[in-house]
């Protein structure tokens, strides 16, 4: 009955253990700010863009992306969500077209 309950005990920490790491990647996802829109209290903050892989979300400080582990610039999921804020993003297309 002890060895049960050891088990039993042993298992919560790692599945605490492994919680804290969950959410310690979560709050790892680098944010890069932009220059033209003011993000501070917009709008939009929270907004969720999906895409294959990754999301885009927009926070107080800039945009985060979940496609890259260490990403060291914006990636393009960013910038297509920034091309669409901006409102030029269907204008580049067609013009490169």
């Known amino acids: 009955m002890q060895k049960l309950f050891k088990l039993q005990v ?3 920490k790692k599945i605490m253990s492994l919680q804290n790491t969950i959410s310690n990647l979560e709050v790892r996802k680098l944010i890069f700010s ?3 829109i003011d993000t501070q209290d917009h709008w939009a903050v ?10 885009v979300k927009m ?5 985060s ?3 890259k582990k260490k ?3 914006a990636c393009s999921h960013i910038r297509n969500v920034k ?3 901006y409102g030029t993003f269907d204008q580049y297309y067609k013009d490169a077209a």
Not at 59 to 63: A, D, K, W
């Open 65 to 67: 992306c979940s496609c």
């Open 10 to 12: 042993n298992l919560i």
């Open 46 to 55: 929270g907004t969720e863009w999906q895409y294959a892989k990754g999301t």
């Open 83 to 85: 091309l669409r804020m």
């Open 34 to 36: 932009t220059s033209l």
């Open 71 to 73: 990403p060291r610039k």
């Open 59 to 63: 926070h107080n400080e800039g945009f």
